[in-house]
Protein backbone atom coordinates (compact mmCIF):
# COMPACT_ATOMS: atom_id res chain seq x y z
CA UNK A 1 0.00 0.00 0.00
CA UNK A 2 2.46 2.59 0.49
CA UNK A 3 4.59 1.59 -2.39
CA UNK A 4 1.72 2.87 -4.38
CA UNK A 5 0.65 5.39 -2.08
CA UNK A 6 4.39 6.68 -2.83
CA UNK A 7 3.88 5.88 -6.49
CA UNK A 8 0.87 8.10 -7.22
CA UNK A 9 2.58 10.85 -5.34
CA UNK A 10 5.20 10.45 -7.30
CA UNK A 11 3.00 10.60 -10.68
CA UNK A 12 1.06 13.27 -9.09
CA UNK A 13 4.03 15.80 -8.80
CA UNK A 14 5.51 14.88 -11.81
CA UNK A 15 2.12 16.07 -13.54
CA UNK A 16 1.38 19.16 -11.67
CA UNK A 17 5.14 20.35 -12.29
CA UNK A 18 4.97 19.35 -15.61
CA UNK A 19 2.43 21.30 -16.61
CA UNK A 20 3.58 24.49 -15.13
CA UNK A 21 5.06 25.85 -17.99
CA UNK A 22 1.69 26.02 -19.44
CA UNK A 23 0.74 29.10 -16.40
CA UNK A 24 3.29 31.26 -18.41
CA UNK A 25 0.93 31.44 -21.36
CA UNK A 26 -2.14 33.03 -18.92
CA UNK A 27 0.16 34.89 -16.56
CA UNK A 28 2.44 37.96 -16.53
CA UNK A 29 6.21 36.94 -17.79
CA UNK A 30 7.75 38.05 -14.53
CA UNK A 31 5.85 34.94 -12.99
CA UNK A 32 7.81 32.70 -10.16
CA UNK A 33 10.98 32.69 -10.41
CA UNK A 34 11.46 35.00 -13.19
CA UNK A 35 10.72 37.85 -10.39
CA UNK A 36 13.67 37.99 -9.60
CA UNK A 37 15.21 38.43 -12.65
CA UNK A 38 16.44 42.33 -13.89
CA UNK A 39 13.87 43.62 -16.24
CA UNK A 40 17.16 44.37 -19.12
CA UNK A 41 17.83 40.42 -18.99
CA UNK A 42 13.74 40.36 -20.51
CA UNK A 43 15.06 42.37 -23.86
CA UNK A 44 17.73 39.43 -24.55
CA UNK A 45 15.86 37.37 -27.09
CA UNK A 46 18.45 34.71 -27.61
CA UNK A 47 18.12 34.17 -23.17
CA UNK A 48 14.08 34.75 -24.07
CA UNK A 49 13.81 32.30 -26.34
CA UNK A 50 16.03 29.02 -24.89
CA UNK A 51 14.35 29.98 -21.40
CA UNK A 52 10.82 29.26 -22.72
CA UNK A 53 12.11 26.11 -24.76
CA UNK A 54 14.06 24.75 -21.97
CA UNK A 55 10.74 24.70 -19.57
CA UNK A 56 8.31 23.55 -22.45
CA UNK A 57 10.70 20.95 -23.56
CA UNK A 58 11.48 20.46 -19.93
CA UNK A 59 8.32 19.99 -18.54
CA UNK A 60 7.13 17.36 -21.19
CA UNK A 61 9.68 15.46 -20.37
CA UNK A 62 8.54 15.44 -16.81
CA UNK A 63 4.96 15.07 -17.54
CA UNK A 64 5.76 12.03 -19.81
CA UNK A 65 9.19 10.48 -18.54
CA UNK A 66 7.23 8.88 -15.44
CA UNK A 67 5.27 6.90 -17.53
CA UNK A 68 8.49 5.06 -18.39
CA UNK A 69 8.83 3.18 -15.05
CA UNK A 70 5.59 1.66 -15.10
CA UNK A 71 5.82 -1.96 -15.99
CA UNK A 72 2.64 -2.59 -17.26
CA UNK A 73 2.98 0.29 -19.96
CA UNK A 74 6.23 -1.30 -20.66
CA UNK A 75 4.80 -5.15 -20.55
CA UNK A 76 1.44 -4.60 -22.56
CA UNK A 77 2.68 -2.35 -24.74
CA UNK A 78 6.32 -1.94 -25.98
CA UNK A 79 5.61 0.41 -29.13
CA UNK A 80 3.89 2.94 -27.27
CA UNK A 81 6.74 2.25 -24.10
CA UNK A 82 9.67 3.22 -27.30
CA UNK A 83 7.11 6.23 -28.59
CA UNK A 84 7.08 7.96 -25.12
CA UNK A 85 10.82 7.39 -25.00
CA UNK A 86 11.66 9.18 -28.16
CA UNK A 87 9.34 12.34 -27.10
CA UNK A 88 11.21 11.97 -23.87
CA UNK A 89 14.94 11.85 -25.06
CA UNK A 90 14.32 14.48 -27.59
CA UNK A 91 12.44 16.83 -25.35
CA UNK A 92 15.23 16.16 -22.61
CA UNK A 93 18.09 16.90 -24.63
CA UNK A 94 16.56 20.08 -25.87
CA UNK A 95 15.64 21.19 -22.45
CA UNK A 96 19.18 20.06 -20.79
CA UNK A 97 20.75 21.83 -23.74
CA UNK A 98 19.14 25.10 -23.26
CA UNK A 99 19.95 24.91 -19.34
CA UNK A 100 23.77 25.53 -19.90
CA UNK A 101 23.15 29.06 -21.66
CA UNK A 102 20.09 29.93 -19.14
CA UNK A 103 22.57 29.03 -16.02
CA UNK A 104 24.69 31.88 -16.89
CA UNK A 105 22.41 34.01 -16.05
CA UNK A 106 21.14 32.40 -12.83
CA UNK A 107 20.23 34.65 -9.69
CA UNK A 108 22.66 34.40 -7.08
CA UNK A 109 26.02 34.48 -9.13
CA UNK A 110 28.94 31.68 -10.60
CA UNK A 111 27.76 29.02 -7.31
CA UNK A 112 24.33 28.92 -8.47
CA UNK A 113 25.46 29.28 -12.34
CA UNK A 114 27.59 26.22 -11.63
CA UNK A 115 24.91 24.29 -9.73
CA UNK A 116 22.31 24.40 -12.63
CA UNK A 117 25.64 23.97 -15.31
CA UNK A 118 26.04 20.55 -13.58
CA UNK A 119 22.62 19.41 -13.68
CA UNK A 120 22.30 20.21 -17.20
CA UNK A 121 25.62 18.46 -18.73
CA UNK A 122 25.09 15.50 -15.92
CA UNK A 123 21.36 15.34 -17.62
CA UNK A 124 22.03 15.72 -20.91
CA UNK A 125 25.15 13.13 -21.04
CA UNK A 126 22.62 10.41 -19.03
CA UNK A 127 20.09 10.82 -21.40
CA UNK A 128 21.94 10.39 -24.17
CA UNK A 129 23.83 7.79 -23.09
CA UNK A 130 20.55 5.66 -21.94
CA UNK A 131 19.55 6.39 -25.87
CA UNK A 132 22.59 5.23 -27.23
CA UNK A 133 22.62 2.04 -24.30
CA UNK A 134 19.06 0.71 -25.68
CA UNK A 135 20.20 1.32 -29.66
CA UNK A 136 22.87 -2.00 -28.58
CA UNK A 137 20.24 -3.47 -27.49
CA UNK A 138 22.06 -3.14 -23.68
CA UNK A 139 18.54 -3.03 -22.29
CA UNK A 140 20.33 -2.88 -18.49
CA UNK A 141 22.79 -0.30 -18.80
CA UNK A 142 19.56 2.20 -20.73
CA UNK A 143 17.43 1.13 -17.58
CA UNK A 144 19.70 2.39 -15.64
CA UNK A 145 20.81 5.74 -17.59
CA UNK A 146 17.30 6.44 -17.91
CA UNK A 147 16.61 6.17 -13.93
CA UNK A 148 19.65 8.63 -13.49
CA UNK A 149 18.13 10.93 -16.48
CA UNK A 150 14.49 11.15 -14.75
CA UNK A 151 15.94 11.83 -11.48
CA UNK A 152 17.92 14.68 -12.77
CA UNK A 153 14.39 15.88 -14.80
CA UNK A 154 12.46 15.46 -11.61
CA UNK A 155 14.97 17.85 -10.20
CA UNK A 156 12.03 20.31 -11.21
CA UNK A 157 10.19 18.85 -8.41
CA UNK A 158 12.49 18.74 -5.88
CA UNK A 159 13.33 22.32 -6.26
CA UNK A 160 9.95 23.49 -5.69
CA UNK A 161 9.77 21.48 -2.57
CA UNK A 162 13.36 22.63 -1.07
CA UNK A 163 13.22 26.19 -2.32
CA UNK A 164 10.63 27.57 0.36
CA UNK A 165 11.61 25.04 3.04
CA UNK A 166 15.29 26.73 2.67
CA UNK A 167 13.59 30.67 2.17
CA UNK A 168 12.12 29.82 5.76
CA UNK A 169 15.42 28.44 7.49
CA UNK A 170 17.75 31.72 5.78
CA UNK A 171 15.34 34.14 5.60
CA UNK A 172 17.11 35.08 2.70
CA UNK A 173 16.08 33.60 -1.23
CA UNK A 174 19.54 34.48 -2.65
CA UNK A 175 21.11 31.99 0.22
CA UNK A 176 18.53 29.80 -0.52
CA UNK A 177 18.81 29.62 -4.22
CA UNK A 178 22.56 28.91 -4.31
CA UNK A 179 22.23 26.05 -2.26
CA UNK A 180 18.50 24.52 -3.92
CA UNK A 181 20.80 24.52 -7.38
CA UNK A 182 22.60 22.13 -5.92
CA UNK A 183 20.41 20.31 -3.38
CA UNK A 184 17.41 20.01 -6.16
CA UNK A 185 19.62 17.25 -7.83
CA UNK A 186 22.30 15.46 -5.59
CA UNK A 187 20.06 13.89 -3.55
CA UNK A 188 17.70 12.60 -6.54
CA UNK A 189 21.00 11.19 -8.52
CA UNK A 190 21.98 9.19 -4.62
CA UNK A 191 18.47 7.92 -4.71
CA UNK A 192 18.43 6.43 -8.17
CA UNK A 193 21.84 5.33 -7.10
CA UNK A 194 20.09 3.30 -4.36
CA UNK A 195 17.92 1.84 -6.22
CA UNK A 196 19.69 0.91 -8.73
CA UNK A 197 21.73 -0.94 -6.34
CA UNK A 198 18.77 -2.69 -4.88
CA UNK A 199 17.54 -3.95 -8.28
CA UNK A 200 21.26 -5.52 -9.11
CA UNK A 201 21.26 -7.00 -5.42
CA UNK A 202 18.11 -8.53 -6.49
CA UNK A 203 18.84 -9.80 -9.67
CA UNK A 204 22.09 -11.54 -8.12
CA UNK A 205 20.18 -13.21 -5.32
CA UNK A 206 17.30 -14.52 -8.03
CA UNK A 207 20.21 -15.82 -10.54
CA UNK A 208 21.40 -18.09 -7.69
Not at 92 to 106: C, D, H
Not at 154 to 179: E, H, K, M
Amino acid sequence: MTKKALWILFATMAILIGLYPTLYLFLDKKFGLLNTKDNGLFKNIFWSLSFYIHIISGGLALLIGWTQFSTKIRVRNLTIHRQIGSVYVISALISALTSLYIALYATGGLFTSLGFICLGFIWFYTTLTAFLQIKKGMIANHEKMMLYSYALCFAAVTLRIWLPLLVILFNDFISAYQIVAWLCWIPNLLIAFLIIKRIEKRETISYR
